[in-house]
């Protein structure tokens, strides 16, 4: 059974930092795309950034220059580095990987809890 833990969520201050941590464990074979989504109350999830298996990032515009998402193969770790962070970016962030676990059945999607990042201007 794979499962995606988060953690590094919580309350900072604007202009102030937060990294998120997403590790996967249990029987999967390889990862392909993580990546974090984004979302607060009333609004559609907003995708924030993703990175694929050979590093390639992508990033919604309104974190640009701000976010950083990386990742380590090793640890099956996704990371998100939040700096600058804006009262905006206040929402229950999820983490997911496209990935494909043992036992036979094609790549899929999994996610992460959620946790809750709070910017206070």
């Known amino acids: 059974q794979v499962q995606l833990v988060e953690s590094g969520g919580g309350l900072v201050q604007a202009g102030g930092s937060l990294r998120l941590s997403c590790a996967a464990s249990g029987s999967l074979l390889s990862i392909n795309v993580m990546g974090w989504y984004r979302q607060t109350p009333g609004k559609s999830r907003e995708l924030v950034a993703t990175?694929?298996?050979?590093?390639?990032?992508n990033y919604a515009d309104s974190v640009k220059g701000r976010f950083t998402i990386s990742r380590d193969n090793d640890k099956k770790t996704v990371y998100l580095q939040m700096n600058s962070l804006k009262p905006e970016d206040t929402a229950v962030y999820y983490c997911?990987?496209?990935?494909?676990?043992?036992?036979?059945?094609?790549?899929?999607?999994?996610w992460g809890q959620g946790t809750q990042v709070t910017v206070s201007s």
């Open positions: 997911y990987n496209f990935l494909t676990p043992y036992g036979g059945s094609g790549p899929r999607f999994y």
């Open positions: 990175i694929t298996s050979g590093g390639s990032t």
